[in-house]
């Protein structure tokens, strides 16, 4: 009787907390603005200089971080900055994590996107080559490599809808047009020789340029020119109203201004009462089957770049793991130390600062020049030594744990110590290290993704842009399927390749 009484107690405690989430998912939802505004959260990339970026002290400065300071100021609000991903604003703006995108953001080509303020800033897209290339046109480009930011207006002005016709012929005479997370690892790739131009707003090229030391020149004709905005979500036109005012009245006070000159924009800056609001053009939504199949179309570009990295990692890793764990295992004190300080150091380290490593080291070390097929190579070198230090401490595992016995047997049978390797130690090593081995291999299917961080594009980057491109996070959704479709697979070999192997069971 008793549990009877507890079961139904736990049946109307469930339901009634069902009953409160789902009142509180349909009650309306009160904004900052209707409760009495404390804060303002503003998103932003933090490798975006002039606009916002971190100086040498750690603090998030820039000129729309100013500008945003200074409404706090006058409104009374407390600023938090907010780093974000930038492919991953959208997501950041709709859960509410983040009040607005206020980062020389620009307004052409995302017009029904977002509730925007109107423009403050003309900007115009450049190309930046360096000082010594030889090239002094934009036609020059023909057949070089170019480099822009994932999600940028230098994209855009390639490769958007409204791109012009001048722009879109001159990018299909590229040899190839890459896209990087950053400018910073833009501006590697060109001072390293792995790419020929970077592709950017003019006030971050006149700040990469400056701060780099004149290594870098601005090519005299500009590729297309937009206006930056704030970004609010769509509908919060209450919000926007209260930011707008507020720049509005430091425009008429001289505190705009003021702002523009110290950060050297003021030649840049637009805004004004007289700024028309930003039109939302007419655009006809795409059945949810169309988008869904033009999105898996755009990222089965991708898998076979992930596949190849996953297969040639592993061809690469394995044996050499083999190879360090006999190392490691040497009597020879120095060659042990040697792959025990190797391990500990690929081990120890980011696998994506091991990349960067691998890919720019040849120039920043060697003044030796990289070139763009180089990139793929890297990828694979690197990867390589990473999981090669991991399977050589799971194959010493595997070794140590057979039994004594098992040695004294074999060397009473008359076998020579490659024949007792072969014969003796190694099936049963690889018996009992086939689940630690799976787990490996499971990240690695995952761990391709690193791959952009020398701005080599795979599945889950191709993702990432096509999410930040459409305003949609349905093509991490269609990703992540993936990953867990194919780490399925690999699963299932794995347990079928140690279930052959429990020969005693």
Partial sequence: MLIERRKKFMRILMLMTVVLMLGAFLSPVRTKAEEGRTTFTVGFDAEFPPYGYQDENGEYIGFDLSLAQEVCKRRGWELKKVPIEWDLKDMELSTGAIDCIWNGFTINGRENDYTWSVPYVDNSQVAVVRSDSGINKLSELTGKIVVVQTDSSALAAFTGEDAEQKNVELAASFSELQQVGDYNSAFMNLESGAVDAVCLDIGVANYEISARGGKFKILDEHISSEQYGIGFLKGNTELRDEVQKTLF???????????????????????????????????????????????????????????????????????????????????????????????????????????????????YLFNISTSSEYRFIAVIIGFSLNYAAYFAEIYRSGIQAIPVGQHEASEILGYSKSQKFFKIIFPQMIKNIIPSITNEVITLVKDTSLAFAISYTEMFTLAKQVAAAQATILPLFIAGLFYYIFNFLVAFVMERIEKKLNYFR
């Fill in 249 to 363: 009245q430091m425009v008429e006070d001289g505190e705009f201004l003021r702002i523009a000159e110290e950060w050297d924009l003021d030649e840049c800056v637009c805004l004004s009462r007289d700024s028309q609001g930003v039109k939302q053009k007419d655009t006809v939504e795409k059945p949810f089957g169309d988008r869904l199949w033009s999105i898996c179309k755009q990222l089965l570009k991708g898998v076979g770049a992930s596949l190849a990295i996953f297969f040639l990692t592993l061809l690469f890793s394995l044996p050499l793991g083999l190879l360090l764990a006999f190392g490691r295992m040497s009597r020879f004190k120095p060659l042990s130390l040697l792959v025990k300080l190797y391990i500990s150091i690929l081990r120890g380290t980011p696998l994506m600062l091991q990349l960067i490593v691998v890919f720019f080291g040849p120039y």
